[in-house]
């Protein structure tokens, strides 16, 4: 019998490895036990089997496509409904998931998903809606949209909130679009951007995007953006500002008032990139800080699944200054306590009737209300934690982070540990390794343990950086385990051993060649009985 | 002939009028292997410390600034089919991009080997 994975490069099944690794009696089918090794969809299938039936060919019915019907074949998979099924629970199984363990990726917050939150999405009335109904059949659902803005403009001490945009980076472009409003409404053509050298890649993109000039702020040696410099740079040209609080080295920047004060007299916006408002819900407003646009990623903060589990949802909040010009539609609440949703044809009439005559909006972002799905599952989080349950969130977040970033700086470079308790996450550096070793090999070394890897090579601003977000939702027992696989393979590392470098040796699939796959990716499947 | 170099770890090498600019050996190791490079349009005015190409490894993507200002007469077509130049021959066959020299005096500043040399081992 042949095995089953003709085409893919697997761990070697003899009784060793090329290693001298003790593996066990090879297999003819190479599996080992319950890890089932799986071929592609293409080894498995044949073109004639389908999951359905369809009709014979009537050869004397008419023939309707004047010619253009296929002659060749067209090399799709053929497999029946039970061996498709078989087939992606399989590679599920090979999948890692926040179901399965701690997944410490920093700067990206792989919390737990609250099954009460997908009750609560799952109920027909929010489940069943379509955003084309009349509106009168979808009351519940605008309330509900309704109430989460007032939750996030409320958590965040802004004025106005815009809702539909569908990821993070797509609630920067948002923010960044009604900056560039606002500044045209008073005729004012600044063109540059200023971003910290430790931003999140889509700060600058965003602002590019949006026709802007992007310009580095440098940082302290504490890690937190360089006060003197930026004022310094402030001026008649920078438009905004664009600055993660907490940063990407995990630290709170304190001087965020004093910052936005100075842009703000130097006539600029400032936006906050929102992404770790994890570590700060319930305990600071950014609208205290003069925060003048911020996205919130509610599969971050507010808990809803994301990383191949769900859909982003990225609403933007605005300080009063940025509101009139936020994005169509949005709901709002008259004095009847009736929620409307307002469109292109209502904004005007409405917002002179209750805002007196201010909307200036800039467009939409999509063409209907945002994330639905999101929007129910982070209220039913909200409600469910209630104001202390999320100020608790951000403590224990925080607490947890800093049990990992003492618990590993006598052993890893943190180049922060100095600059006070860091925030959601604990920023480590290769400076220790021994021999030619890289954070890659660390990386790879924590697959073996059974953990996915932390964030590597980000932030920038530290060599050989390893981003570690553990989350509020691990208890004490799992990050201890997690901290003392860790240690271990840092232990291993700072001594320069070898055997790194091969690993991962315990994972269905030994080390990819990342450099080739990028450099020359196959995208597409070739059949190799026809090439 | 004379290379200079810059602290953002590019070098440039000056005939007549003609420069030729690339990344240190230092940058490529720095950057691991790289998989895809950007380079500029010929034709293309660049400036002194603005972002002229994009070099990006498996570890990161990062900015390649102009270290004088000029236009862009060459850019080197093998790196798009072959990125891996630059880590194999960051300082000979990995060249960049040429540019005619818009400024002579932009060149004072800039570092000779031995002043880089140094810079480097301070890192």
Redesign the interface.
């Known amino acids: 019998m042949n095995p089953p994975n003709k085409s893919g490069w697997k761990p070697a099944m003899n009784a060793t490895d090329q290693d001298g690794m003790h593996i066990g009696p090879a297999t003819v089918s190479g599996n080992r036990a319950l890890m089932l090794e799986e071929p592609l969809s293409f080894e498995i299938g044949h073109a004639e089997i389908t999951g359905v039936d369809l009709p014979e060919i009537d050869p004397a019915a008419a023939n309707r496509l004047g010619g253009l019907e296929r002659s060749d074949p067209i090399g799709l998979v053929g497999l029946s409904e039970p061996e498709t099924v078989r087939h992606y629970t399989r590679l599920s199984r090979q999948n890692y998931a926040i179901d399965l363990g701690l997944f410490p990726l920093g700067s990206c917050t792989m919390k737990h998903n609250p099954r009460l939150n997908e009750k609560v999405a799952r109920m027909p009335g929010f489940a069943d809606v379509h955003p084309l109904q009349p509106v009168d059949t979808v009351r519940g659902a605008l309330e509900v949209i309704n109430e989460l803005a007032h939750w996030l403009i409320d958590l965040t001490g802004m004025h106005g909130v815009a809702m539909s945009p569908k990821a993070g980076a797509h609630g920067e472009l948002c923010g960044m679009l009604c900056i560039r409003a606002a500044l045209e409404a008073r005729g004012d053509a600044r063109k540059v951007v200023l971003c910290p050298e430790s931003a999140h890649g889509t700060n600058p993109a965003t602002a590019a995007f949006a026709g802007y000039e992007t310009e580095d702020i440098p940082a302290g040696a504490d890690g937190r953006v360089d006060l003197e410099a930026l004022k310094a740079r402030l001026g008649p040209d920078v438009a905004a500002v664009m600055i993660t609080n907490p940063n990407t080295c995990g630290l709170f920047e304190r001087d965020m008032k004093a910052i936005s004060d100075a842009v703000h007299e130097a006539g600029g916006f400032v936006y906050c990139d929102g992404a770790n408002f994890n570590a700060i819900v319930g305990k600071v407003r950014p609208g205290d800080l003069g925060v003048d646009a911020m996205h919130i990623n509610l599969h971050k903060t507010f808990s809803t699944p994301h990383g191949g589990g769900g859909p982003g949802s990225g609403p933007v909040v605005l300080s009063e200054a940025l509101s009139p010009y936020g994005p169509l539609p949005y709901t709002a609440r008259t004095k009847d306590g009736v929620v409307h949703l307002i469109e292109e044809e209502s904004a005007e009439s409405f917002s002179e009737e209750h805002f007196g005559g201010v909307m200036d909006s800039f467009g939409r972002m999509t063409a209907f209300h945002g994330q639905m799905g999101m929007f129910t599952r982070a209220l039913t989080y909200m409600l469910s934690h209630g104001a202390d349950g999320l100020r608790q969130v951000a403590e224990d977040a925080v607490l947890n982070a800093n049990y990992i970033l003492r618990s590993l700086e006598d052993l890893l470079h943190a180049p922060y540990a100095d600059s006070g308790p860091c925030m959601h996450e604990a920023l480590f550096g290769d400076k220790d390794f021994g021999g030619d070793l890289s954070t890659l090999d660390l990386a790879k070394g924590m697959i073996d343990e059974g953990y996915h890897p932390m964030t590597v090579f980000f932030p920038l601003v530290v060599h050989g950086a390893m981003l570690v977000e553990p989350t509020e939702t691990e208890s004490k027992a799992a990050l201890d385990q997690f901290i003392a696989s860790f240690r271990s393979v840092a232990e291993r590392a700072n001594a320069g051993d070898e055997s790194l470098k091969q690993a991962p040796y315990y994972a269905p699939r030994r080390r990819l060649d990342e450099t080739q796959a990028a450099r020359k990716p196959v995208l597409a499947w070739n059949d190799p009985n026809l090439t | 002939m004379a290379r200079y170099f810059t602290d953002e770890h590019e070098w440039i090498d000056v005939e007549g009028d003609t420069a030729t600019v690339g990344i240190t050996d230092y940058a490529q190791e720095q950057l691991g ?1 790289i ?2 490079v950007e380079l500029p349009e010929v034709g293309a005015m660049v400036e002194k410390g603005k972002d002229a190409a994009v070099v990006e490894s ?5 900015d390649v600034y102009a270290p004088i200002s000029g236009e862009v007469t060459e850019a080197n077509d093998a790196l798009e089919d072959d ?2 130049l630059v880590n194999t021959s960051p300082e000979e066959e990995g060249w960049f991009f040429k540019l005619t020299i818009g400024d002579k005096e932009e060149l004072e500043g800039l570092m000779d080997l031995k002043a880089y040399k140094a810079f480097v081992d301070e890192l």
Do not use: G, L, T
Not at chain 2, 58 to 62: D, P
């Open positions: 292997d998989v895809f498996v570890k990161a993507a990062s990125p891996a």
